[in-house]
């Protein structure tokens, strides 16, 4: 193992600054440079970060210091930029969602395949403490077989800011995807069959529109799932609930598990957990930069996360259609 990995992070806006601060507190990675198509955020973060500033992808990834990058940017920017950075030869770290389609999912799979290099997607939930515990205890059987999983995901999620006359790329179906699913869904579908270990094989969804924040696109799904294993989960997600909910419920032959926000119970009594969720985008950087390292298989590699992203696509595909949809719809050809 060589003494850490050099990187280089794509898109410097919110959840950049997560990554930036995540790699300076690790000592298996460290920032070369940083690119955005914003001048002047890109040369205030390379200056804070002490890393080179760029406002093109080439010359970033022509930077033969750079072994890995963290792609940051809107949504249906991901696929091309994660196909361009494993055929100039780096590893990807690409945030949540993986992309906005299964074909640009399998783009990037096989581009970094060919190429022999690295991919994970930002599923940063399968990093917190409290969520591996949980994985854990279903695994040792703790509370037995799972029959039932039930998880809301409810807040009020504004993107544009106040006073702003243009709608945020958030908003913006062919950028950003359907919001509730494509923001916050890769987070929470993901999680549901991670826990189980047991991949989805049918989806039931409906979908409201339930204010007019989000013009032209639903703000709030519920989706049931079967789980090859047997087990049915539901998720239910809005975005725009002005009170909010984090929480879940599992019940399994032998006892169940309530988890809200951090804190969970398991047959009514409290699990100690150690570390907490603040510490889950570190303990992935940390993860990513070993995988790279040592040329091992991240847990949310892009195959492994490939199907959360087919789930979603079913939820989608299943509310239009209102009827259940298989998930061999989606295998790959
Ligand atoms: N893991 C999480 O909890 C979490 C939280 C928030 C956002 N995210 C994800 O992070 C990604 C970025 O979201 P954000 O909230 O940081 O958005 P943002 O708008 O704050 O930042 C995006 C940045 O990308 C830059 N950009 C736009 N086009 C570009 C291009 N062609 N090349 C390089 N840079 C470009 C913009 O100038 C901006 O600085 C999204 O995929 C989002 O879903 C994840």
């Known amino acids: ?28 990675i460290r920032l070369v440079a940083v690119m955005d198509v914003d001048p ?14 760029y406002t093109d992808l080439e010359p970033l990834l022509a930077d033969a210091r750079v072994e890995a990058v963290h792609v940051c940017t809107p949504h249906a920017l991901h696929a091309n930029q994660v196909v361009a950075a494993a055929e100039a030869g ?29 991919l ?19 695994a040792d059987g703790e509370i037995g077989q799972v029959g039932h999983l039930i998880r809301r995901r409810y807040s009020f999620f504004d993107p544009t800011p106040a006073g702003s006359d243009s709608r945020h790329w958030y908003l913006n179906l062919e950028m950003g995807g359907i919001c509730v699913l494509y923001c916050f869904g890769p987070h929470e579908y993901d999680i549901l069959h991670w826990y189980l270990n047991s991949p989805v094989t049918q989806v039931y969804a409906q979908g409201s529109e339930s204010t007019d924040l989000y013009r032209g696109q639903k703000d709030s799904y ?13 998720l ?46 570190s303990n992935q950087i940390r993860e990513f930069a070993t995988c790279c390292l040592e040329g091992r298989e991240p847990d949310a590699s892009g195959y492994s996360v490939r199907h959360s992203m087919a789930v979603i696509e079913a939820a989608k595909l299943s509310a239009e259609r209102n009827a259940p949809v298989q998930m061999s719809e989606f295998d790959r050809a």
Not at 222 to 233: C, L, P, Q, R, W
Not at 259 to 278: F, I, M, P, Q, Y
């Open 120 to 138: 994970m997607v930002g599923q940063v939930m399968r990093y917190y403490p409290v969520s591996r515990t949980i994985r854990k205890m279903i």
């Open 236 to 281: 239910s997600q809005t975005v725009v609930c002005h009170t909010g909910a984090h929480d879940q419920y599992i019940v399994g032959s032998k006892g169940s598990m309530m988890l809200t926000g951090d804190k969970l119970t398991v047959n009514g009594k409290e699990v100690s957990v150690e570390g907490s969720s603040r510490e889950g985008m």
């Open 40 to 53: 002047a955020r890109v040369g205030a973060v390379a200056e804070e970060f002490g890393a080179t500033a």
């Open 1 to 28: 193992m060589s003494d850490g990995l050099s990187v280089g992070v794509i898109g410097a806006g919110g959840i950049a600054r997560s990554h930036l601060n995540a790699i300076e507190a690790n000592d298996n």
């Open 222 to 234: 519920t989706a049931m799932m079967t789980h090859e294993n047997g087990a049915v989960s539901v």
């Open 90 to 118: 780096k590893h990807v770290l690409v945030e949540k969602p993986m992309a906005l389609t299964l074909v640009d999912c399998d783009r990037m799979i096989d581009a970094c395949a060919r190429a022999g290099k690295i």
